[in-house]
């Protein structure tokens, strides 16, 4: 079964534009980790936050993390069309090495 | 920097038939993952070694499926006797401990 639940399922974007996507787990963690995924490529490392982190940036992407809900959010500022992707949300339960991916939001940036 | 590698790219079999994937991790990594993704049920790690031992294959769908890492270097699915049910794509990913996973490309797979 998925840990993590992403919301939306699906996004569509001018280029420019912010975008935010959301993901609940079920389960207490250590850490929560982004992942980028390409049609047609294998999944891209994008950001990881630990569980004492509330927020953490990267360029134009930023991580909140409420383990109280249960929940993360990823935002992407000034959205690029080469930002077109899934992303996934990956949460360890088992053990940092066995993660456990979420069902993904499928991102559209329209130039 | 070579990526993690995978073969083939794409695979089209009869059903009965017996399926090979390979997977080069990246060097000096100790983790190599296995995992499947489709729309119905997402990207589902299937198996994992730690220095070339398996470590975790709860994720195995069933005695169909196998992997082996004979060394560090280079890893295997093996699916013998294929399905349709078991089309998908397979992804390989590695990792050094604690690190985040770096994946391959993906064989997809598609069983007639």
């Known amino acids: 079964s998925q840990q993590g639940e992403e919301d939306p399922q699906a996004l569509s974007i001018q280029e420019g534009e912010n975008a935010t996507m959301n993901c609940s787990y079920k389960?207490?963690?250590?850490?929560l980790q982004w992942y980028r995924q390409n049609s047609g490529r294998g999944l891209v490392h994008l950001i990881l936050?630990?569980?004492?982190?509330r927020e953490k940036h990267s360029g134009r992407l930023r991580v909140t993390l409420d383990t109280s809900k249960k929940s993360s959010s990823l935002l992407i500022t000034a959205s690029r069309a080469a930002d077109t992707a899934s992303y996934f949300c990956?949460?360890?339960?088992?053990?940092?090495?066995?993660?456990?991916f979420g069902t993904g939001t499928r991102l559209l940036v329209s130039p | 920097d070579a990526g993690v590698i995978q073969s083939p790219r794409h695979e089209v079999t009869e059903m009965g038939q017996e399926v090979t994937l390979r997977c080069k991790p990246i060097?000096?990594?100790?983790?190599l993952f296995w995992y499947r993704q489709t729309m119905m049920r997402g990207l589902e790690l299937l198996i994992y070694?730690?220095?070339?031992?398996?470590?975790?294959d709860s994720g195995m769908p069933e005695d169909r499926f196998s992997a082996k890492m004979p060394n560090a270097s280079f890893s295997t699915l093996k699916i013998q006797p294929s399905e349709p049910r078991d089309s998908a794509v397979y992804f390989c990913?590695?990792?050094?401990?604690?690190?985040?996973?770096?994946f391959g490309d993906g064989t997809r797979l598609s069983i007639l």
């Open positions: 389960t207490s963690i250590n850490n």
């Open positions: 936050i630990r569980s004492n982190e």
């Open positions: 990913a590695s990792s050094l401990a604690g690190q985040p996973q770096h």
């Open positions: 060097s000096g990594h100790d983790y």
């Open positions: 070694f730690n220095n070339n031992v398996p470590i975790d």
């Open positions: 990956a949460t360890a339960p088992g053990g940092f090495q066995k993660l456990v």
